[in-house]
């Protein structure tokens, strides 16, 4: 009897095993795959907040980043840069290994091949049914953390709601030529209702990737073709990778012995799709709301309810708005995007942003929102009559 199970050895799901191990509880983590850091479709962008906040090692990032170049539909171009760092790509399979080598170090037991299907809540413990064959197939705890990622059946099985809202993105590990900083393309015929990304992870290697309302594989194969002829990438020939990203968090994280948290809780920028940062953050909420239950013996949903509480205060305001924001710009056709990216160029909105406190890499919908607000921005939105409501009205 272990006092928590958590499901899933992501960033997120080993970091709630750290806190928890390191607090003195027994704690198992059971992930279905054979290893960690296997097969991971994820950019591996995270800002210095992040960095700072987590103590990333600098031997897990690729990159620093301080740069970034916007493309338009039209072939716009919009350098954003700052002296210091804004940004770090990670290594996501040794950020995977680390996060678990690290709760493992504290005490928490990881048993890899053991695919979750199915939980059974009674008075006093949750029984985890799994597929593993080896040493039985059940597991029983006080307490189960979900954090599968996206695995919307997962979640939805175990009649814990649906991430409804999500898109799906691809990507591909590309060999550069001299490629030096982050570059972001936006158009229709790109990444119709989101955008694509080239990041570098070293001198002659990037990360080609999209978000994208339908087809994501599809336009990646296009864009790493516009790639080659324009001299930046060698070649497109590589293999894709596919994954998921809610745009808005379950309806409810929590129940009777059970937490939803990180992907799998929709706790995701809805403007980027970064994932990692938010995860954390509530992955330390749901440690410290379980440290003080499992103390009460308090398991109830009620006793849980903290966490949910906690999580929205500190991220609810900015997955609405992160929503909206998202929502209107998925509504611009090419042309309305250029309209706007000439604007900010015109009327400098990018280098005054950039220097705003209240603004960064982690926290995107007061700067976006500032944009939106300006007169000359205002302009072009009800030029082009989108509905827009920038107010939450409730
Ligand atoms: C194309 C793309 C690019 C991205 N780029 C970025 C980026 O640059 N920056 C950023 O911050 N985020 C990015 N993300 C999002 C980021 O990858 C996720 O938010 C992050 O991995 C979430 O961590 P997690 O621990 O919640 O879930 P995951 O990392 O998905 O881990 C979940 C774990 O649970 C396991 N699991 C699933 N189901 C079961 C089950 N039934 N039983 C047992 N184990 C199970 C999985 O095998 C996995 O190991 C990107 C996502 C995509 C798709």
């Not at 970091?15 to 983590?29: I, Q």
């Not at 980027?272 to 009460?296: E, F, M, R, W």
Request: charged content about 20%; aromatic content about 8%.
């Amino acid at each position: 009897m272990y006092d928590v199970a958590v499901i899933g050895g992501g960033p997120v799901g080993s970091h709630v095993a750290y806190k928890l191990a390191g607090m003195g509880y027994e704690v198992a983590v059971l992930e279905q795959k054979e290893r960690l850091g296997s097969k991971v479709c994820c950019t591996g962008i995270i800002g210095q907040e992040c960095v700072r906040s987590f103590a990333v090692a600098d031997n897990l990032i690729l990159r620093r980043v301080n740069r970034a170049t916007l493309f338009s539909p039209s072939g716009e171009v919009l350098r954003l840069g700052q002296q210091e760092t804004q940004a770090c790509v990670l290594d996501r399979a040794a950020f995977d290994t680390t996060m678990a080598r690290c709760a493992q170090d504290k005490g928490a037991k990881y048993v890899f091949n053991s695919p979750v299907k199915n939980l059974e809540v009674s008075n006093d413990k949750v029984r985890i049914q799994t597929l593993r064959q080896e040493e039985g197939l059940d597991f029983d705890a006080r307490v189960v953390v979900i954090a599968s990622g996206f695995n919307s059946r997962l979640v939805e099985g175990l009649g814990m709601g649906r991430i409804s809202h999500f898109v799906v993105g691809a990507q591909a590990e590309v060999e550069t030529v001299a490629l030096d900083e982050l570059e972001i393309y936006f158009g229709e015929e790109i990444a119709p209702g989101f955008f694509a990304w080239l990041v570098p992870t070293s001198p002659l290697k990037a990360r080609a990737g999209l978000l994208s309302r339908h087809s994501p594989g599809l336009y990646l194969k296009r864009l790493m073709a516009s790639l080659v002829a324009q001299g930046k990438i060698v070649s497109a020939e590589a293999e894709l990778s596919y994954g998921g990203i809610p745009l808005k968090p379950l309806a409810r994280t929590y129940y009777n012995r059970r937490l939803v948290v990180g992907t799998a809780a929709g706790q995701v920028k809805p403007t980027t799709g970064g994932g990692i940062y938010y995860g954390l953050l509530c992955a330390d909420i749901a440690a410290n709301t379980l440290h003080q239950a499992l103390n009460s013996n308090d398991l109830s949903a009620r006793g849980l309810a903290n966490y949910e509480r906690e999580w929205k205060k500190k991220l609810g305001q900015e997955l609405k708005m992160g929503y909206r924001i998202r929502k209107f710009y998925e509504h611009l056709n090419d042309r309305q995007i250029d309209k706007l990216f000439n604007t900010i160029k015109a009327n400098g909105m990018a280098d005054s942003l950039l220097k705003d406190s209240n603004v960064s890499f982690d926290w995107h919908s007061s700067g976006l929102l500032k944009i939106l607000g300006t007169v000359a921005v205002s302009k072009v939105i009800q030029a082009v009559k989108i509905p827009f409501r920038l107010r939450n009205r409730g």
